[in-house]
């Protein structure tokens, strides 16, 4: 069973920056995108950002301009580069890994969650 595990989070200043990682426990065949969620207490989860099988990335509309998704050439680490950070970008910020099967299935993996807190 393959697992993800973020890593980065933690308190910034308004106008800071911190980098998530996820770095999944092993290869992991018939990806379709790599990606982050968010959840900010009382709200929905929000999409963040994704980057796709051939390097196409997305990003919210909230997010665009300051973060940027990126991922090792082996595929198993996704990372977010977040900057200008806001507070109200404060949530627990979770990976995602979306696959596509051969056979049109689709699948999704999620990691724990890292709580990233922007405030003064």
């Known amino acids: 069973q393959v697992q993800l595990v973020e890593s980065g989070g933690g308190l910034v200043q308004p106008g800071g920056s911190l980098t998530l990682s996820c770095a999944a426990s092993?290869?992991?065949?018939?990806?379709?995108?790599m990606g982050w969620y968010r959840q900010a207490p009382g709200k929905e989860r929000e999409w963040v950002a994704n980057?796709?099988?051939?390097?196409?990335?997305n990003y919210g509309e909230s997010v665009k301009g300051r973060f940027a998704i990126s991922r090792d050439p082996a595929k198993t680490t996704v990372y977010l580069q977040m900057n200008s950070l806001r507070p109200e970008d404060t949530a627990v910020y979770y990976c995602?890994?979306?696959?596509?099967?051969?056979?049109?299935?689709?699948?999704?993996?999620w990691g724990q969650g890292t709580q990233v807190t922007v405030s003064s």
């Open positions: 995602y890994v979306h696959l596509h099967y051969d056979s049109g299935s689709e699948n999704a993996i």
């Open positions: 980057i796709r099988k051939f390097g196409h990335t």
């Open positions: 092993q290869t992991i065949a018939s990806i379709y995108a």
